[in-house]
């Protein structure tokens, strides 16, 4: 079965501080990636997508960017962060075995 | 105007009452409709997925899409206080992870 895995769970960041959060999806291969994001009392906001090694969607301009280096690892990063960054970041997957979204637990960032 | 609207609540029902969910949308290209269930704190778990207009139902769940009013809707039977949650309605045009989400409803199922 295919499981997704997101880390870290939990991250205080102050201001213009990097950011990396890193996503990988085990039992599938080729899998679409997805970068999500949730502002409180919102709803979902697509940020990035990527439907193979090295090959990065941006859905909306923002200070952040993604990679990804290997098949399943899918990595969102920040140089400086703004506190407009704060939130809950979803990764997600869909492709071989799953057609449907499926999310991890997510990660939440504060910016402080 | 949201492509997504969802009243986001609360929804505050007692044990064993029916849970009435919808959301509206404007862009008639949609074709896929999901609803997501997300317990606080953690990621959207897939309740249901329908592809068009029509009517799908799976055990107390029931999902249903009126394409001619833009208007998507889920009902839940017999609700218990485990249904507690926010339920993310989403939808997209062909793609299964592009999606657009309404902001999602809180429902309180109280014992």
């Not at chain 1, 291969?29 to 439907?51: C, D, E, H, I, K």
Request: glycine share 8%.
């Amino acid at each position: 079965s295919q499981t997704i895995h997101q880390w870290p769970a939990t991250l205080v960041q102050p201001v213009g501080s990097p950011l990396s959060l890193e996503c990988t999806v085990e039992g599938t291969s080729n899998p679409n990636l997805y970068w999500y994001r949730q502002a409180a009392g919102r709803g979902l906001q697509l940020l990035f997508y990527s439907v193979g090694i090295g090959q990065i969607s941006s859905e909306v301009p923002q200070n952040l960017s993604a990679s990804r280096p290997q098949d399943r690892q899918f990595i969102l990063s920040s140089k400086k962060l703004l506190l407009s960054d704060s939130g809950f970041y979803l990764c997600a997957w869909s492709g071989p075995g799953a057609n449907v979204l499926t999310f991890g637990a997510g990660s939440r960032l504060t910016v402080l | 105007q949201k492509e997504v609207e969802q009243d986001p609540g609360p929804l505050s029902v007692p044990e064993g009452a029916i849970v009435s969910l919808n959301c509206t949308y404007s862009n008639s290209a949609f074709q896929y409709f999901m609803w997501y269930r997300q317990y606080s704190r953690k990621g959207p778990e897939l309740l249901m997925y329908t592809y068009s207009s029509g009517n799908k139902e799976d055990g107390r769940f029931t999902a249903q899409v009126d394409k001619s009013s833009k208007y998507i809707s889920l009902f839940i039977r017999d609700s218990q206080p485990s249904d507690s949650a926010t339920y993310l309605c989403a939808m997209s045009e062909g793609s299964w992870g592009k999606l657009q989400f309404g902001a999602g409803t809180q429902v309180v199922v109280t014992p």
